[in-house]
C-alpha cells in the first residue's frame, strides 16, 4: 500500500484547513451539480417506504481535515432528505451516518474538533487506504471522493531504480520525462483506479451512488501537458537549484518523485469499463482557469501546494529545508507565472462523475 | 455535557499506553467471563443462517488510546466466531466493522497508529460522549465499555457554587465530604448511567448484547469508602499542602472536583431497572486487590493516575504544576500505603455485567 500521504494537519499558517481554497472553489461549481444529480438518480428503495426510520450511510474518501468534507457532506445530506421528501410519502427523515475517511497519517483529531456542533448526523472516523476495502459489503449508500483519486497508492517502482529505462533523474514528476516514466506513472494509475473501484463496488449497497470530482487534463493532450503537474514539477527545479548549489544532495532529489497522476477523463471512464455492477449515470468537466496573472491567485495555489506537499517532502528531505524550498518555490512559480511558461493553463479541468452500483444479476 | 475528558495520548513515559496495567489486569480476569458469556447468551437470529455473509457491528465505547481495547475487540470477534460456527450449518465468518468511542478530546491519531495490522475488522472511530446517543437506531450487535463508567458527564453543579450547601472546598472528590456533596455525586451519576443507558437500548439490535467492566465498591458501604477514591483524594491532600505553602491558589484548588463516581453493584443495577428493553444476563463482581504493600504495584498505581488525571489537572492548573503535584503525590500514596492510612483495600472490586437488547413488543 506504500507510505501514507496526508495533508497538513493543525490549523496553522501552512494547514491544509487554511489553503484549501482552490479544492473547495471546485467543490462549489460541483456543488449544484452534485445536488441535482442525487435529486435525479437517488433511487429511494421500497422498503424505506415505511414508517421505520432508516440509515442512509454516506462516507467521503480522503477527506482531510476539513472544512471541504463538513461542506461536501452538508449538500448530499439536503439533497437526500429532498429526495426522500419527494418519493416517500409518509416522511421521516433517515438517520445519517457519515463515515469520514482519510490515511491513517491524517490529522483525524483535528477533523473531529472541526465538526460541525449543529451537524444532522452521527459522524465517524476512518482511517486507512481508499485503494482497498474500507467498509463491509454493500453497507453504503452513497460514496463520495472530492480531489483525493490523483494521489496514486505509491509511486512506481521503475521510477526510482538507477538502473531501470524508467529512472526518473532530476525530475519529481513524469513532467519531462521520457516515455518510460510516463508509463510507468499511467500503468500505476490505471491498478489504483481498479483497485479503488473494484472496492467501493463490493461496498455500495444495490442502487447506491458514488460522486467523484477530480482533476484531470483534456482529452487528447499527453500526461505531461497538465498544469497541474507543471506547476509541481516547479518544485522539481527549485531541488535541482538547491542541489547544484550543495544545499541537498543530487541522489535525495533522484530518488524523490511525486505519487500523483492526472488522467484525462476517458482513461477514468476505460478503467471503468473493466469494474462489473458500476455505470456511469453522469459525466461532466468543470472548467476553472486560476488567473495564473492574478498574483492573489498564484499566492493562494503556492499555500495550497505547500499544505499538500509538505508532508511527504518532509518525510524525504527532512524538515529544516522546507522554509527555503518554499521560498524559492514561491518565486519561481510567480516568475513563470509571469513569463508564461505554463503550458494550456486555459485548459486546467476537473472530472466530475456519478457512478451507479447495479444490483448483481 | 461538560468537559471532554481523554486519557494521555502519545506514546511518551506519561502515556495512557503505558500506564493502562492496572486495566489491563482488571480486564485480563474478565476476558474470560467476557467470551463465556458471548457463546452462551448471543443468538444468531435466523436470518443469519444463509449463505450471505453478514456484518457484525462492535463498539468500544471509551476505548482511550489501546492496546486493552485491542485486546478487548479480539476477546469478543473470537468469541463470537465460535458461537456463530455452533449455531450455523454453513459457516461463513461474518464481516467485522468495529466502533472504537471515546470523547473528541481522545488521541484517535495515536489510536489509528496502534491499530493491529493482522486485525481480522475494518476499524472506526467515534468520537463524542456515551452518555448520548452516537449511533444509529438499531445498528450495533455488540457494545463493551471497561473501566469508562465511572468517569461523569461532569462535575455536579452544587458542588462548585461557594453559597451552594453543597460546596466541596478543600477536596478534589467526595472522599470525607459533607452528605450533600456525596448526594450531588450520586445524583449526577444516576442521570448520567441514564443517559448511557438509554442510548444504548436505541442502538443495539434487537438481541444485541453488551458487556460493562466497571469499578465499583463492595455492597453495604459508602461511597467515600471506595479504596480507588481514597487513592485519587490523595491528590487533593497534595494540592491542598501546595495551596498552604503557596505554590498554587486556595480558590483554585477548593474549584477543581474531579467527575468519577464509583458506585455498588446495586446502585447501577437500580439505573438498570428504569430502562426499558434492557435485562440483565449475567452479573458477577472481580475481586482484585492491589498489593499496595507492593512497592512496584504502589508505581504502577501512581503511574496511571497520572497518566488518567494529568489532562484534566493540566487543564485547571497549567502544566508547569503537574510534576511537582505528582512527586508530591507519590510520596503520599507511598506513604499512605505503608502506614495503612487506607480503610478496606481488601475489597477493590470490579462489576461485570451482560445485558440484552430485547425486542419491542
Redesign the interface.
Known sequence: MGKSIAMNGGEGPNSYTHNSKQQRKGSDRAKVLLSNCIQEKLTVENKLNTAN?Q?FRIADLGCSVGPNTFASVQTIIEATELTFKTQILEYKPP?F?V?FNDH??N???TL??A?PLDRQY???????SFHG?????A?MNFMHSSFALHWLTKVPEEVTEENSSAWNKGRISYVGSSSEVVKAYTEQFVRDMEGFFRARAVELSSHGLMAILMPCRPEGTLPSESIIMQVFEVLGCALTDMAKEGLVSEALVDSFNLPIFIPTGNEVKEVLSNIEHLTIEKSEEINYPPNLSNLEDVRSCIGHVRAVMEGILCEHFGAELLDQLFERYSNKVEQFSKTSVFTRIEKLENLFLLLKRNPSS
Open positions: 426510520q440509515i438517520e451516518q463515515f491513517v497519517g490529522d483525524f483529531n473531529f474538533k465538526l452521527m459522524a465517524v472516523g476512518v482511517p486507512g476495502r474500507l467498509f463491509p459489503k453497507s
